[in-house]
């Protein structure tokens, strides 16, 4: 295994300690405005922005934040446990690492730092097909269970071989991306003048550079309808021969419509992921935690439903296992974390949610995972105003 040392980084200014670094951040919301003021404006863009006029990157974190909690008393929670069980193995919390692309963006260990801390924390570790950093290096050198993210390739043989490769390294699931068949609009890039650098490369697809001679981007001029990724989008159809190709659990990522439950369910999936990928490909949708009670109900239970978009508190992650998520993925504060302090940061900003998370189970009364779903810790008569003291009665 590679060696990292973890008080290793560049990025940290050199009149702060990373202790006294660490030390000043309280939150994952600290390491965010710590990121910023430490990366190029350039790469924080690419890192940070949502879609055209980030109003539904926006909305993920809003709408979180304005779900209040509706905490119970006095049920005595000592020995609670945020551990839980997820597609037929243990998981030490109900918290994973979401897929993103390049995280040598935010550090140059890339990958390889976020899936030490990720080991050191217990906590998932799901992979983008566009990492930074091969997916069998990665699976070298973790410790945490790992999953992959699949982009459905152009040619099947591709997707065939990325499947391949993911299983041979010892990825215990595939999630398959399916709200990203082209990039979204990033407008703030382009503002920014954002191009992936040198040491940010696609290394997953290289092998097959000579038959993907094309980036998701649409270039000035050309319709939309004409490039070649929309010409070789996938539809169910390539979703359920995908499932067929595999002994992995399957988890299809980017639903935020309970219409497209039971077409998923069909292929054979084993579990869907409510996202709609940080606010970063069609901007105005609607806040994921906004969508998903419709699709757990589509659900009813059949297979495991997680969320992603705007969790930057334990109580986020609470409001989402209260509205029926069986887990959550946190995205960008994950490579704040690794901007300012590499893997130390990414573990810590680990630490900051769970601890958050106890926290907030213990004064909400909860001892489980099962308790917050059942507690009724969130009720739509809180948002009626005056209608909650009705319904305390
Ligand atoms: C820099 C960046 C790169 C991303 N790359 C991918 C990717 O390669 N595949 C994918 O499925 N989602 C990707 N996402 C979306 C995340 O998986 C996730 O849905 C989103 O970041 C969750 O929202 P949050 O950042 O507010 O926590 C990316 C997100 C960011 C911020
Ligand atoms: C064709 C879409 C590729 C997007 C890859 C990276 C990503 O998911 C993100 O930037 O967000």
């Given amino acids: 295994m590679k060696e990292i040392a973890p008080v290793q980084n560049d990025n940290i200014p050199p009149d702060a300690s990373l202790t006294e670094t660490l030390a000043r951040v309280a939150c994952l919301r600290d390491y965010e405005v710590r990121a910023r003021q430490l990366l190029p404006r350039a790469i924080w863009s690419y890192l940070q ?34 551990a839980l069980e997820l597609l037929g193995r243990h998981h030490a919390s109900p918290i994973l690492i979401a897929p993103m692309a390049y995280h040598a963006l935010a550090h140059r260990y890339g ?26 290096e990665v699976a070298r050198n973790a410790h945490a269970p790992l999953w992959f993210q699949l982009y459905i390739q152009p040619h099947r043989e ?15 699931a595939l999630v398959v991306t399916v ?15 954002f191009q992936l650098p040198p040491e940010a490369r696609p290394v997953n697809l290289e092998p ?58 069909d292929c054979g999936i084993d579990g869907i992921i409510v996202s709609n990928h940080g606010g970063r490909m069609l901007d105005g949708v609607p806040a994921t935690v906004h969508v998903l009670p419709g699709i757990v109900a589509a659900v009813g239970q059949r297979v495991p439903v997680l969320v992603d978009g705007g969790i930057r508190r334990g109580t986020d992650i609470i409001k989402c296992l209260a509205r029926g ?58 948002h009626d105003g005056g209608a909650v003291h009705a319904a305390a009665r």
């Fill in 325 to 382: 998520a069986d887990a959550v993925l946190v995205g960008r504060p994950v490579l704040h974390g690794l901007a300012v302090a590499g893997s130390t940061g990414v573990a810590h900003v680990l630490h900051l949610l769970r601890t958050e998370l106890e926290m907030g189970m213990v004064l909400c009364g909860a001892a489980s995972i099962a308790d917050i779903r059942e507690l009724g810790l969130l009720d739509s008569r809180m």
């Fill in 179 to 193: 709200d990203a068949p082209i990039q979204g609009l990033r407008n703030a890039d382009q503002r920014a003048g």
């Fill in 208 to 265: 097959y550079a000579q038959q993907l001679n094309r980036t998701g981007a649409v270039e000035p001029g050309q319709s939309v309808f004409r490039h070649p990724l929309v010409a070789a989008m996938p539809d169910w159809a390539s979703l359920a021969w995908l499932v067929r190709q595999t002994s992995l659990p399957v988890l299809v990522k980017g639903l935020i419509h309970p219409g497209d439950v039971e077409p998923a369910l």
């Fill in 158 to 172: 591709i997707t065939l071989d990325l499947i391949g490769r993911a299983e041979r390294a010892g990825y215990q």
């Fill in 49 to 82: 922005c949502g879609a055209a006029d980030g109003i539904t990157s926006r909305w993920n974190e809003q709408a979180l934040q304005d779900l209040p909690l509706w905490p119970r008393m006095l049920r005595g929670v000592a020995n609670g446990s945020t």
């Fill in 111 to 136: 990958e390889l730092a976020t899936s030490q801390a990720a080991g050191a924390m217990q906590t998932g570790l799901v992979v983008s097909t566009q990492s930074s950093v091969s997916l069998e």
